[in-house]
């Protein structure tokens, strides 16, 4: 899968978490799930859930962490699905 | 020090035959049953397969909770009781701003909260997928979920928790409220308490043994305070809200008052005497009452109505016992006196809270609610009092002076005693 599909993908799973209207429309690479989309730190967790039900891939915790931007975020999910 | 007066301004109900108010005071006035048969606990081979579960439509739910709270949103009680709060919230005309509101604090108790939310979390955690729990376990688990979900809410920056008392739970937390007040630590207490519905808060009083198993199928009937052939509390569930307010800042912003909170008491029998985990100790019952009527500066005689605990056991003659000789009034001098639970049954540590907006709201309209399924009333309690007394009809009168009893298992007991408000 494209890093492109993947990240359209991801914008749809954030899209109930987010609490910056204007900052999710032009969501791109560089987007901070906390500081930009003002995501409450808590749901992360949950953000993470809904990614591993989306692409069927499980996630660990240190990989987790790293899930705090969208680029990094769609790394970990291309890493995780090329493993499958 | 002076202590200062305290009203009620607003008030929110989420209850088994109605939900929000004006349906509610509808509702009583009309002696609408709010209780069921339910599959579930039938098919759980529950003995008692009926119980009180108020019906929340989905308008309502997003009107009180976002897309985002709903999701995973499996603790009743939370929902029964984030819908009362922000009702009695916005009945009082609050505004709901950025700003942090330390004038205004929350007392919001439970019994357990989100029983269905842990279960879920049990069996998650038994597969080896606690990491799968998500992120509002917490918040739906715990017993200071509602005030702390309330809070987030309401912006309110003064003293926010939850207390727990089982059945007082709601006329405890109405006292603790309205000592805040007096005391001149807030100008505002949201008070009220929620409880679950379902088989998981309901099954420890089904192994009990002490709900009727009679009327699965005719579940209206099974509620009988202070009748001949009350056999037992109806399960129940739901929240009850109520705003309390200094008057000084009631009349600064003009507020509607639907009555005055003068005083009241709680106590514990200790588990001594006649008393146990599951019955009150009577001279602890009588000392709660003379006290709260000392409290509150009142004669008995001046007492209008009384809303009684009456759950629809073989103690609710001993309860009427213990009134009777607490105020020292019998036959025709007894004040009248009305069960809430007939209705609606025992909603547990939701019922003092559903309890007093029925209170209140009798208070504020002038009227009676009718005691239902009292056909023939106990003979112990027929020698105590005068039948009149116990309305069974809708009775339009002008209520001054209003006592409301809690008394919970544990033998915890609490007593309050509410005042029409006049403009003096």
Redesign the interface.
């Known amino acids: 899968m494209t890093s492109e599909a993947i990240q359209e993908r991801l914008k749809t799973i954030v899209k109930?978490?987010i609490n910056n209207q204007e900052n999710f429309e032009k969501l791109s690479k560089e987007s901070d799930f906390i500081n930009d989309l003002e995501i409450n730190s808590?749901?992360l967790?949950?953000i993470v859930?809904d990614v591993e039900d989306e692409f069927d891939i499980r996630i660990e915790n240190d990989d987790m962490e790293k899930m705090t931007k969208v680029e990094a975020t769609v790394e970990v999910i291309q890493k995780k699905l090329s493993q499958k | 020090m002076e202590k200062r007066r305290v009203v009620i301004t607003g008030m929110g109900i989420v209850a088994p035959n109605a939900t929000g108010l004006s349906q509610f005071e509808q509702a009583i006035k009309a002696g609408k049953s709010g209780i069921e048969f339910h599959q579930q606990l039938k098919d759980l081979n529950f003995s008692c397969q009926i119980g009180g579960m108020p019906k929340v439509t989905q308008e309502v739910l997003d009107n009180n909770f976002t897309?985002?709270e709903q999701?995973g949103l499996l603790a009743s009680g939370l929902i029964y009781g984030g819908i009362a709060g922000q009702e009695a919230w916005k009945d009082a005309q609050l505004e709901i701003g950025d700003e942090l509101d330390t004038d205004t604090g929350i007392i919001f108790g439970t019994g357990v909260l989100g029983v269905e939310k842990l279960r879920e979390a049990f069996h998650k955690i038994d597969d080896k997928q606690v990491r799968?729990l998500?992120?509002t376990s917490v918040l739906q688990t715990m017993a200071s979920g509602i005030s702390a979900f309330l809070c987030g809410k309401l912006g309110c920056g003064n003293q926010v928790t939850s207390n727990s008392s089982a059945c007082t739970t709601g006329t405890e937390a109405l006292l603790m409220g309205h000592e805040r007040i007096q005391y001149g630590k807030a100008k505002r207490m949201l008070v009220g308490s929620c409880s679950d519905s379902g088989p998981y808060v309901w099954g420890g009083f089904d192994a009990l043994r002490i709900l009727p198993y009679q009327y699965n199928d005719t579940p209206e009937l099974a509620s009988q305070p202070m009748s001949e052939s009350a056999s037992g509390f109806v399960p129940s569930s739901g929240a009850g809200a109520l705003m309390l307010e200094s008057l000084e800042s009631a009349l600064e912003r003009g507020a509607n008052i639907y009555a005055e909170v003068l005083g009241g008491h709680v106590n514990s029998g200790g588990q001594r005497e006649q008393g146990s985990m599951t019955a009150p100790n009577s001279t602890a019952v009588k000392s709660c009452i003379s006290q709260a009527l000392i409290d509150a500066e009142v004669n008995s005689e001046e007492i209008d109505l009384i809303n009684g605990h009456l759950t629809a056991t073989a103690m609710d003659a001993t309860e009427i016992k213990n009134w009777s000789q607490a105020l020292r009034l019998s036959g025709k001098e007894f004040p009248y006196i009305n069960s809430l639970k007939s209705h609606v049954g025992h909603a547990l540590a939701a019922a003092g809270s559903l309890e007093l907006v029925s209170s209140v709201l009798e208070i504020k309209n002038g009227f009676m609610f009718p005691n239902l399924n009292c056909e023939t009333i106990h003979p112990d309690i027929v020698k105590l009092i005068d039948e009149e007394k116990i309305p069974r009809e809708l009775i339009e009168k002008k209520i001054n002076l209003l006592a409301k009893a809690s008394f919970g298992f544990g033998d915890v007991n609490a007593c309050v005693i509410l005042k029409s408000y006049t403009n003096e």
């Open positions: 109930p978490y808590a749901n967790v949950d859930l | 897309a985002l999701r799968r998500g992120s």
